[in-house]
């Protein structure tokens, strides 16, 4: 079974996500061993998580995010309105179109 390759852009976006864990980790004064008691995972988990190890699960990510009480900066995250590509390729399908029903006429 072959090994998957991420997108650099997927890798370089962990990264980022594992560093600003690690700020906020750091600005609170927390150990990673303090992070990983409360988030319930393991002292590695969160080292990997920090390094952006495209092996830490997205729960857990999710869970730092949580404990850390910055919860509400992943409001936007793949936000529907957000979607350009989705919003674009719904409207081509729309028809282009519309025929309106003609009234039937009621014969009494």
Partial sequence: MGHYKYPEEVN?????LGERIQTARVRR????EE?????????????RLEQGSTGVALGI??????VLDLWKTLEGLAAPEADKTGIY????????HVHQEKEKELDF
Avoid: D
Avoid at 12 to 16: T, V
Avoid at 29 to 32: A, D, G, Y
Avoid at 89 to 96: A, S, V
């Fill in 89 to 96: 390729l719904e409207k081509k399908r729309q028809p282009k």
């Fill in 35 to 47: 992070l990983a008691t409360r988030t319930g995972v393991e002292r590695r988990t969160i080292s």
């Fill in 12 to 16: 370089k976006q962990l990264r980022i």
């Fill in 61 to 66: 990510f999710l869970s730092c995010m949580w």
């Fill in 29 to 32: 004064r927390w150990s990673k």
